[in-house]
């Protein structure tokens, strides 16, 4: 007992010095590649369906703009249409605004743009050119919905910390800061 409030004051200590917390790019980046899955299928059935699966996700933040996360990745194409089956896969970038929703402790990506798609192979880019416009909205929707990050209570104690006491979110070049309140 006595060591449990040891270990309490201890916490509350270095608590009381704690004033924000530094989420990094790679944090961001490996949680994208470990819980982030979009899945989509698009198009009429039997005349045109494309089924996207988006890839190898990876987050700039606050290093373009500021007060902005750039989302790089692939978009895997499988076309179907009448005359057959195609494939092809679109490098994609996008621009968004981060918000941070205290309830949840989750991290969100809105105001989403599309800076740019490349379509490999060339041939298939009148093709998939139409479905650019879904896919944003698609991907616009997800990101509203999906978070990019978030703050677990039991991926760490200063975490679950965090997620307490956090008050909002700012940009920084290479990460995300969260300032606490007291």
Known sequence: MMFAALLCTALLAACSQLTQYALTEQQVNEYLQQKVEFQKQLGLPGVFEANITLKDMQAKIGRAEPNQVILNGTADLNLSTLVGQEHADVALSLAARPYFDSETGAIYLREM?????????????????????????????????TPVYVLDSNRSKEE???????????????KIIIPLSE
């Open 113 to 145: 743009q599309l800076l740019n798609a490349t379509v490999t192979p060339q041939s298939l880019e009148k093709s998939t050119k139409v479905l650019m416009p879904y896919l944003k909205n698609s991907l616009q929707l997800f990101f509203n919905q």
């Open 160 to 174: 679950a910390l965090v997620r307490q006491l956090a008050k909002g979110i700012e940009i920084k070049p290479g």
